[in-house]
């Protein structure tokens, strides 16, 4: 016998193949399994997209408040591409000396998008928002051929839509104003907390000019303490395009204080008296408890997000100038512990238990 010769264990080696042949076989399934999932999964969520949410392509820009950047509006996007409700297509930044940047684009097929914008000084005010936001609206008129707009603004970057609407009515060189959905905005005052990102000097600081349960609505909507900010908007308020419709959320902590600890439920609903019979649409939606804190409604505040999606692409959102109503198996979907509450001169007050 060789004494190099090494007998070879050909039941060993047949053993050793069968397994990494199942293995392999095993492999594939559970990858073809796991490929299948994930399809179907994305063919239901098309499925259910196509039936709860229109197919426009009006776009929706999304603005954000008071020291507020592109992480304010992330949430809000992010729960309307989860839903299959809208996608992001654009980025503009509008730098400190007016200078816009955009990144992305906007194209007719576009199912529904949305356009963020990042406004670098962003303790500049409503009223240069507002300014700036002309500019920006300009150049997507001209540069993109956008012709109708929805709007998306947080705090004063509701403040800021509601001017600037005022300011540009239905001007040729601006796309038409659609929609309006305006979350926590300080139109009659917001609480002087003297927070540290609160001025405490210049003209900025008299806008901090509102206390909680110092303020309230009269009979006919109107604010019994008209704050000179609120002011400026009434002496516009003849200027609103009349076909806009506008959904006002606002917070209510449950605290005593009526607010969302930075802007009173009065200052928010204020808002009513300046657009109603002059909007072709006006609701308003109230959350209370801790996550109607007034930066927590934009951040991954649930109920916000679903009042938010579905007035601006809910298929079955049933808007009526007389009287707006709610589809009821939408109500369901959207939140099966929200009480509706239909009230009085188109408004719409909806508590979160």
């Given at each position: 016998?060789n004494?190099?010769?090494?007998p070879?264990?050909?039941s060993?080696?047949?053993?050793?193949?069968l397994?990494?042949?199942?293995?392999?076989?095993?492999g594939?399934?559970?990858?073809?399994?796991?490929?299948?999932?994930?399809w179907?999964?994305?063919?239901?969520q098309?499925?259910e997209?196509?039936?709860?949410y229109?197919?426009?392509?009006?776009?929706?820009?999304?603005?954000?408040?008071?020291?507020?950047?592109?992480?304010?509006?992330?949430?809000?996007?992010?729960?309307?591409?989860t839903?299959?409700?809208?996608?992001?297509?654009?980025?503009?930044?509008?730098?400190p000396n007016?200078?816009?940047?955009v990144?992305g684009?906007?194209?007719?097929?576009?199912?529904?998008?949305?356009?963020?914008?990042?406004?670098?000084?962003?303790?500049?005010?409503?009223?240069?928002?507002?300014?700036?936001?002309?500019?920006?609206?300009?150049?997507?008129?001209?540069?993109?051929?956008?012709?109708?707009?929805?709007?998306?603004?947080?705090?004063?970057?509701?403040?800021?839509?509601?001017?600037y609407?005022?300011?540009?009515?239905?001007?040729?060189?601006?796309?038409?104003?659609n929609?309006?959905?305006l979350i926590?905005?300080?139109?009659?005052?917001?609480?002087?907390?003297?927070k540290?990102?609160?001025?405490?000097t210049g003209?900025?600081?008299k806008?901090?000019?509102?206390?909680?349960n110092?303020?309230?609505l009269?009979?006919?909507g109107?604010?019994k303490?008209?704050?000179p900010?609120?002011?400026t908007?009434?002496?516009?308020?003849?200027?609103?395009?009349?076909?806009?419709?506008i959904?006002?959320?606002?917070?209510?902590?449950?605290?005593?204080?009526?607010s969302?600890?930075?802007?009173?439920?009065?200052?928010?609903?204020?808002?009513g008296?300046?657009?109603?019979?002059?909007?072709?649409?006006y609701?308003?939606?109230?959350?209370?408890?801790?996550?109607?804190?007034?930066?927590?409604?934009?951040?991954?505040?649930?109920?916000v997000?679903?009042?938010?999606?579905?007035?601006?692409?809910?298929?079955?959102?049933?808007?009526?100038?007389?009287e707006p109503?709610?589809?009821?198996?939408l109500?369901?979907?959207?939140?099966?512990t929200?009480?509706?509450?239909?009230?009085?001169?188109?408004?719409?007050s909806?508590?979160?238990?």
């Amino acid at each position: 016998m060789n004494p190099n010769f090494t007998p070879v264990n050909f039941s060993r080696n047949r053993h050793v193949k069968l397994w990494r042949t199942l293995y392999f076989t095993v492999g594939i399934v559970i990858f073809l399994m796991i490929g299948f999932s994930i399809w179907h999964a994305d063919q239901k969520q098309q499925r259910e997209a196509r039936e709860n949410y229109i197919n426009s392509n009006v776009p929706t820009l999304f603005i954000h408040g008071w020291s507020g950047t592109l992480r304010s509006e992330r949430h809000m996007a992010d729960y309307a591409e989860t839903t299959g409700a809208g996608q992001r297509r654009m980025i503009i930044r509008v730098r400190p000396n007016g200078h816009i940047a955009v990144k992305g684009k906007i194209e007719k097929w576009m199912h529904n998008p949305i356009i963020l914008l990042r406004i670098d000084n962003n303790r500049a005010g409503e009223f240069q928002y507002a300014r700036w936001l002309t500019n920006v609206c300009r150049l997507l008129k001209s540069k993109y051929h956008i012709n109708r707009l929805n709007f998306v603004g947080h705090s004063m970057g509701s403040y800021a839509t509601v001017y600037y609407n005022l300011l540009n009515s239905n001007r040729s060189d601006v796309p038409r104003s659609n929609k309006l959905c305006l979350i926590a905005g300080p139109y009659d005052g917001i609480i002087d907390n003297r927070k540290a990102n609160q001025p405490l000097t210049g003209s900025l600081a008299k806008l901090w000019d509102d206390q909680p349960n110092e303020n309230r609505l009269l009979k006919n909507g109107q604010p019994k303490i008209i704050h000179p900010e609120y002011q400026t908007l009434l002496q516009l308020q003849n200027r609103m395009p009349s076909q806009i419709r506008i959904l006002n959320i606002y917070g209510d902590l449950n605290d005593g204080s009526h607010s969302d600890g930075v802007v009173t439920t009065t200052s928010a609903l204020s808002l009513g008296y300046l657009v109603r019979g002059h909007v072709s649409y006006y609701q308003t939606f109230k959350a209370t408890g801790a996550n109607a804190q007034h930066s927590e409604l934009h951040n991954g505040n649930l109920a916000v997000n679903r009042a938010l999606t579905n007035f601006l692409w809910g298929r079955h959102y049933n808007m009526s100038s007389d009287e707006p109503k709610y589809n009821p198996m939408l109500d369901k979907m959207m939140n099966p512990t929200v009480l509706f509450n239909h009230q009085e001169h188109s408004q719409t007050s909806i508590g979160i238990r």
